[in-house]
């Protein structure tokens, strides 16, 4: 998120036009608000959601193995999900293969792991 606003920032001369700023920057600043209201409004109810359960201790056993499962599902997918999305269109397009060649696997499994997109 940083990067990407220090990025957008830099260039922001040469892709943003004096009519465009009013629009997006209305926008940004709506969801942006919006987006810190719900994470209050989460912070709120969550001292209410850990008494249900009875406490932190509790409420941490009962999530604790659905997270983790959820957690290494997301992983493991992404990661088998990057490596053919790398290597599949450049096996299959000699063109691209030239044009572009594929990364090391280290650099893959990296993007995989962080979550980024590969193109």
């Keep these: ?32 608000i919006f987006e810190s209201l719900v994470f209050v409004l989460i912070g709120l109810s969550l001292r209410g959601v850990l008494d249900r359960f009875g406490g932190l201790q509790p409420a941490l056993e009962a999530a604790g193995p659905v997270t983790l499962a959820v957690i290494a599902t997301v992983v493991i997918s992404r990661l088998l999900w990057v490596f053919p999305g790398v290597y599949l269109p450049r096996w299959l397009s000699p063109a691209l293969r030239r044009r572009d060649p594929a990364p090391p696997a280290s650099s893959i499994l990296v993007i995989g792991w962080a979550g980024m997109r590969a193109w």
Excluded: E, F
């Design 1 to 32: 998120m940083v990067s990407s606003g220090l990025v957008t920032g830099w260039h922001q001369h040469t892709t943003v036009t004096a009519r465009a700023v009013p629009k997006r920057g209305g926008l940004a600043l709506h969801l942006a």
